[in-house]
């Protein structure tokens, strides 16, 4: 074997730069003119250059093939085992993280609402007439019993009359001075004459049949008695009878009488409580009526004292008891703080996941007036610090959400527990202690995804 050959294979065994050492040896050993023929043992040599110029070549496009490899594979094209990049989830170095964080509540709870008057009434008729006065206005203060409208009352006048003169007459039937429920029919004149004659029948009655078992009378005579003893009877019954009838008719005469007093007395209209009167609905002249279309005279309300309706979040609810005391602002006294009780608690959540509260607030100078929107502050008992985590984090459904906790480098999925959200944060009431760490995209991973270095 050449010397100079195998040296330069074993510095370079790159395949072009061998074959132009071969060619370079075939032609510096050449013979010259006139030398002997070279031997045939060279063929041997060149065989062997050929073939190692073969194997540095093959050597060379493995090397090369393999670190190309490897690059693709480091960039995500492809994965260790030889799948394509399609094949392959986001590498775990690129997953995002972001933690939870536990922010204290405050011990104030703020909330906004409106003043309501404590009553509103409109006052109707409960008798048919015309308006003969008004007393009042809009804006009249009034207490309860003043006079607010007053009825022409001479058709009740009358018709009361004609009640009592006809109760006047049957109590005189009847002998009635007082006291009706001490009546006794039987103590009637009539009744007691009546009641004399059928027991004087019954004794004759009773003679007639001693006296025609001893044959003394006649058959005749006896029938007569008999008929004269049944007669006497239908009497006494027919009087009793009537007396009762009178009592019956001297009692409706009496309830009708009351009926006809109530209707005198509804003439005049008075107010049901203290208030103001907010809206005046007749005028003198007019005509009004009762029943189910009663018209309606005034509307008068209760400003002291107020109610102060609140909306209040349902998560709030809990922290908040009757008696608590709450402090409010209206923009019509902005340097004035007002406080309120809280009286009621709705039992019941409304569409948009709040409730109302209600709390009263002494007016007793009326310098509030219904309908004011409030500014209040109510002091919460001592709440528990808030856990948030941001909105991008959280796949959300409805009041129900999903998290990714990052745990030992590994994502698993979290339901949790949804509050309000302020801002980019999402309250996280259950599922979360405060300490994870969250995948910030949950759409870019799957539970069991390994995550982080």
Not at 257 to 272: G, H, M, N, Q, W
């Given at each position: 074997m050449n010397p100079t050959l195998v040296e330069r294979s074993d510095v370079d065994m790159n395949p072009l730069r061998l074959k132009h050492a071969v060619d370079?040896?075939?032609?510096?050993?050449?013979?010259?003119?006139g030398s002997p023929p070279p031997r045939r043992r060279r063929w041997p040599m060149i065989v062997l250059a050929v073939a190692v110029a073969c194997g540095g070549g093959a050597w060379y496009a493995h090397a090369w093939l393999g670190a190309a490899g490897n690059s693709k594979a480091a960039l995500g094209f492809v994965s260790k085992d030889g799948a394509g990049m399609n094949d392959v989830a986001?590498?775990?170095?690129?997953?995002?993280?972001v933690p939870v964080e536990v922010v204290p509540r405050s011990d104030i709870l703020r909330l906004t609402g409106s003043l309501a008057a404590d009553e509103r009434s409109s006052v109707a008729?409960?008798?048919?007439?015309i308006v003969a006065e008004v007393r009042v206005d809009r804006g009249s203060r009034v207490r309860k019993g003043d006079v607010l409208v007053q009825i022409d009352p001479t058709d009740a006048k009358n018709e009361l009359a004609e009640g009592q003169a006809m109760l006047d007459e049957l109590k005189a039937r009847l002998g009635l001075d007082g006291n009706v429920e001490d009546f006794n029919p039987e103590d009637q004149p009539e009744v007691r004459l009546a009641k004399a004659?059928?027991?004087?029948?019954?004794?004759?009655?009773?003679?007639?049949?001693e006296l025609?078992?001893?044959?003394?009378?006649?058959?005749?005579v006896y029938d007569q008695t008999e008929t004269e003893f049944e007669l006497a009877n239908q009497r006494y019954r027919q009087a009793l009878l009537l007396i009762k009838q009178a009592y019956a008719a001297c009692n409706t005469a009496m309830a009708k009488l009351s009926i006809l007093e109530k209707a005198v007395a509804d003439t005049t209209i008075r107010a049901p409580f203290d208030g103001w009167v907010a809206e005046k609905l007749v005028a003198v002249g007019e005509q009004i009526s009762s029943g189910m279309q009663a018209t309606e005279v005034v509307t008068l309300v209760r400003i002291d004292p107020l109610r102060l309706l609140l909306t209040v979040p349902q998560q709030d609810i809990g922290c908040i008891q009757p008696g608590q005391k709450v402090r409010f602002h209206v923009d019509s006294f902005p340097d004035r703080t007002f406080e309120a009780t809280v009286r009621f608690i709705a039992p019941v959540v409304n569409d948009t996941r709040?409730?109302?509260?209600?709390?009263?607030?002494?007016n007793p100078n009326g310098m509030l007036c219904p309908g004011l929107f409030a500014t209040a502050e109510l002091e919460l008992k001592q709440q528990q610090p808030g856990i948030y985590a941001p909105v991008s984090a959280v796949q959300k459904n409805g009041e129900v959400g999903r998290v990714f906790v990052v745990r030992n480098g590994v994502a698993r999925e979290q339901v949790v527990a949804l509050g309000e959200q302020t801002g980019g944060k999402i309250e996280i009431r259950s599922g979360l202690t405060g300490k994870e760490l969250l995948v910030a995209q949950p759409g870019l991973v799957k539970d069991g995804?390994?995550?982080g270095p």
């Amino acid at each position: 074997m050449n010397p100079t050959l195998v040296e330069r294979s074993d510095v370079d065994m790159n395949p072009l730069r061998l074959k132009h050492a071969v060619d370079k040896e075939q032609v510096e050993k050449v013979p010259a003119a006139g030398s002997p023929p070279p031997r045939r043992r060279r063929w041997p040599m060149i065989v062997l250059a050929v073939a190692v110029a073969c194997g540095g070549g093959a050597w060379y496009a493995h090397a090369w093939l393999g670190a190309a490899g490897n690059s693709k594979a480091a960039l995500g094209f492809v994965s260790k085992d030889g799948a394509g990049m399609n094949d392959v989830a986001a590498p775990a170095a690129s997953i995002a993280t972001v933690p939870v964080e536990v922010v204290p509540r405050s011990d104030i709870l703020r909330l906004t609402g409106s003043l309501a008057a404590d009553e509103r009434s409109s006052v109707a008729s409960n008798t048919s007439g015309i308006v003969a006065e008004v007393r009042v206005d809009r804006g009249s203060r009034v207490r309860k019993g003043d006079v607010l409208v007053q009825i022409d009352p001479t058709d009740a006048k009358n018709e009361l009359a004609e009640g009592q003169a006809m109760l006047d007459e049957l109590k005189a039937r009847l002998g009635l001075d007082g006291n009706v429920e001490d009546f006794n029919p039987e103590d009637q004149p009539e009744v007691r004459l009546a009641k004399a004659s059928a027991d004087l029948a019954a004794a004759n009655l009773r003679r007639a049949k001693e006296l025609i078992a001893k044959k003394v009378i006649s058959n005749e005579v006896y029938d007569q008695t008999e008929t004269e003893f049944e007669l006497a009877n239908q009497r006494y019954r027919q009087a009793l009878l009537l007396i009762k009838q009178a009592y019956a008719a001297c009692n409706t005469a009496m309830a009708k009488l009351s009926i006809l007093e109530k209707a005198v007395a509804d003439t005049t209209i008075r107010a049901p409580f203290d208030g103001w009167v907010a809206e005046k609905l007749v005028a003198v002249g007019e005509q009004i009526s009762s029943g189910m279309q009663a018209t309606e005279v005034v509307t008068l309300v209760r400003i002291d004292p107020l109610r102060l309706l609140l909306t209040v979040p349902q998560q709030d609810i809990g922290c908040i008891q009757p008696g608590q005391k709450v402090r409010f602002h209206v923009d019509s006294f902005p340097d004035r703080t007002f406080e309120a009780t809280v009286r009621f608690i709705a039992p019941v959540v409304n569409d948009t996941r709040s409730m109302v509260v209600e709390a009263v607030a002494p007016n007793p100078n009326g310098m509030l007036c219904p309908g004011l929107f409030a500014t209040a502050e109510l002091e919460l008992k001592q709440q528990q610090p808030g856990i948030y985590a941001p909105v991008s984090a959280v796949q959300k459904n409805g009041e129900v959400g999903r998290v990714f906790v990052v745990r030992n480098g590994v994502a698993r999925e979290q339901v949790v527990a949804l509050g309000e959200q302020t801002g980019g944060k999402i309250e996280i009431r259950s599922g979360l202690t405060g300490k994870e760490l969250l995948v910030a995209q949950p759409g870019l991973v799957k539970d069991g995804d390994k995550v982080g270095p």
